[in-house]
Structures are given as C-alpha cells and as structure tokens.
C-alpha cells in the first residue's frame, strides 16, 4: 500500500520561504511510470497544480508559480520536497503530494497525501 504523508509548518510569514516535505512509504519515487506532484488548493478555490518531479528527477512547475518554486528529492529517504520563496496570504492553502501514474493508455493521480494547511500570515 502506498503512502504518502506531507509534513512541515503550518504557519509561514509572508516573504519567507514555504518547505514541505512528502515522505513516500510503500513504493520508490524512483519507479519509472510515475510522477510525484504538488498540488494546492486555496480557501474557497479549486485545485491548483503547482509541480512535479518525475522518477528520473527531472522537474516542471507551473508557469505562474515557476520563479517562485523549486522541487526536489532525496532518494535515500524516498522523500520529495517543495519549496515556495516570497510568500504572500494568497499562497494559503492545504498543500497535497500525490503520485500520478502515466502510462501510453491510461494517467491518473493514484495516491494522495491527507494534504496539510499552510496559512502565510505575520
């Protein structure tokens, strides 16, 4: 069974730097035909995909966040991380990890981490 657990603070003042960690248990990051996102969803709004690195450690982010934002991983803890500088309010949100599954017939997000509140406030 695949798991995913997001994990860092809950409170972030605004211009500092967001990090958050998602640790993956039951399957490596590694594993070809899957990719490991980040995604946020605001109070009141939908979902927004902010990134995502894939098993060969490549990385692509979303063109409105992509000055803001790094992705990256550490293998040996099976562990991929999302950092966002400059934080304004509107970066508030419940931020999630999940795992996309992409093959030539069929792409889905399979596993999702239970997401974790990020409120950017001083």
């Known amino acids: 069974q695949v798991q995913l657990q997001e994990s860092g603070p809950g409170l972030v003042k605004p211009s500092q730097t967001l990090s958050l960690t998602c640790t993956v248990s039951g399957g490596s990051i590694t594993t070809s035909l899957y990719r490991w996102s980040w995604i946020r969803q605001p109070p009141g709004k939908g979902l927004e995909w902010m990134g995502v690195i894939a098993s060969d450690g490549s990385t692509d982010c979303s063109p409105s966040l992509k000055s803001r934002t790094s992705i990256f991983r550490d293998t040996s803890k099976n562990q991929f991380s999302l950092q966002l500088s400059s934080v304004t309010p509107e970066d508030t949100a419940v931020y999630y990890c999940?795992?996309?599954?992409?093959?030539?017939?069929?792409?889905?997000?399979?596993?999702w981490g239970q997401g974790t509140q990020v409120t950017v406030s001083s």
């Open positions: 999940a795992r996309k599954l992409v093959t030539p017939s069929y792409i889905a997000y399979d596993y």
